[in-house]
């Protein structure tokens, strides 16, 4: 039987994409294995949505082909597949970028990965020219469905569900749109089948949603206007992440519904209602929103302004009890002056957000930002980082505080180590907990400490 190895780096969404890789392999008769000493061919699923990521993705390559090396002239040679957003990202290239490589699949081919694999180890010849083959689709449209083979790579008790795939905004700093395509949603009744099949018959205690933007789900379908924007946010349109959200909410069991990233031009008032009164929802508000300074939210074509994110956040508190609001800010994007950056330092003073990450600009090629001028110096993208980093550490610190005495529901990861409802898994902090707790259950405990960015409770 031939044994394949995944290497799955990258988001949740990648993580996806990679339990959809395994469960085609599995459903094709093939062993799994995470020693790559052991397979005849090795899946790389790649990154590629900043430096850090491609970097990574280049790292585990290279080491998966000194393996490649060593057994070239053995009876049994490993082959590599290099999958996902980089061979996506740049088609053709990918071969001159990472010549160890066997063969190259983009988002659309990712079902396909089991023949390619029957091919590679046979030794068949997988093109005329003799070139390494590169199976990109121009612009990806696949996305699973609830019928679709997959393996989980989370916790038994966490599964990632995919709801959307691509994104139909253009903010200035990012490749996505290029890489995943535009927007596409699943059906509704798609998605609830298969929660309703990983909570009943799984034991699932918490669905995270996920794709590149969950506020825009459905809105794809909806009647459309100039630029592919739509006329209102409201399920009076059509299906939508409000009308997602209260279908879910009705399926039986005991289990969390975590939603992450959301755009906050999307957000509407409906919404905010929504994750107030569905129970199953967690308050847990995931919304980057990048900068506060109106010169850079239009430099970043984020299609908000600073008083639209001030007056949203303000509604987001009032209207849905005890929301953990977690967002996303970029230091050192082009034309980012001294006072932009105070502007933004003084609204994160001001606000002290549940969860914060701070990221430094990163030139992406093929983007608009990549072109502009008056790109922040280096050192001085460090130097705002750090600064920030201070700040949120300080912020984090008397959030935690303020919480000893506090009686609150924690899902349980492992022995000793859970987490609350205002906590994603593997991107914020932790609750640490007695070890007798049962992992993969729901528990009442009561804050005693605290850390910097985790809470200790009893």
Not at 84 to 98: A, D, V
Not at 344 to 370: H, I, P
Request: proline share 5%.
């Amino acid at each position: 039987m031939t044994t394949v190895g995944i290497v799955s780096l990258g988001c949740p969404k990648n993580q996806s994409d990679s339990e959809v890789l395994i469960g085609r392999l599995l459903e094709a008769g093939m062993n799994l294995t995470a020693d790559p000493r052991e397979a005849d061919a090795v899946v790389v699923n790649t990154c590629s949505f900043i430096l850090d990521a491609r970097e990574e993705s280049l790292e585990a390559i290279s080491e998966m082909a000194k393996e490649a090396k060593r057994r070239r002239k053995s009876a049994k040679p490993l082959k590599i597949i290099v999958a996902g957003c980089m061979p996506q990202r740049y088609g053709e290239k990918i071969r001159e970028m990472i010549p160890q490589a066997d063969a190259f699949i983009g988002i659309d081919e990712l079902g396909k990965i089991a023949p390619l694999v029957e091919k590679l180890c046979a030794g068949k010849p997988l093109s005329k020219d003799g070139l390494v083959p590169v199976a990109v689709t121009k612009r990806p449209r696949y996305i699973p469905d609830y019928e679709t083979p997959r393996a989980r790579l989370t916790l038994p008790h966490i599964a990632n569900v995919k709801i959307a795939e691509g994104c139909n905004y253009g903010c200035a700093f990012c490749a996505i749109p290029g890489i995943r395509g535009k927007h596409r949603s699943r059906p509704i009744d798609d998605i609830v089948a298969e929660v309703k099949t990983l909570v009943q018959v799984n034991g699932v205690k918490e669905i995270n949603l996920i794709s590149q933007d969950t506020t825009y789900y459905g809105m794809d379908t909806w009647k459309q206007t100039r630029a592919g924007k739509t006329t209102k946010v409201s399920s009076e349109e059509g299906d939508s992440l409000a009308t997602l959200l209260r279908a879910l909410n009705r399926i039986r069991g005991d289990f969390w519904i975590r939603v992450f990233y959301t755009h906050p031009a999307h957000w509407s008032d409906e919404l905010i209602s929504v994750f107030a009164k569905c129970k199953k929802v967690v308050p847990y508000v995931d919304i980057p929103l990048q900068h506060i300074s109106d010169n850079m939210l239009s430099a970043m074509k984020r299609e908000t302004d600073g008083k639209y994110i001030r007056d949203l956040i303000k509604k987001i508190r009032k209207g849905i009890p005890k929301a953990v609001i977690r967002s996303t800010f970029i230091v050192g994007f082009p034309g980012e002056t001294q006072e932009d950056y105070e502007e933004l330092s003084a609204f994160l003073a001001e606000e002290k957000f549940d969860r914060v990450g701070v990221f430094q600009y990163s030139k992406e090629e093929n983007t608009r930002a990549a072109l502009m001028d008056n790109q922040v110096a280096p050192a001085e993208k460090v130097r705002r980082w750090n600064a920030t980093m201070v700040l949120l550490q300080k912020i984090s610190r008397e959030r935690m505080r303020s919480r000893v005495g506090e009686k609150i529901r924690v899902l349980v990861d492992e022995p000793g180590i859970a987490r609350a409802a205002g906590d994603g898994f593997e991107v914020d902090g932790v609750v640490y907990v007695p070890k007798s707790l049962p992992v993969g259950e729901f528990a009442e405990v009561t804050v005693t400490g605290y850390k910097a960015y985790d809470l200790i409770a009893k």
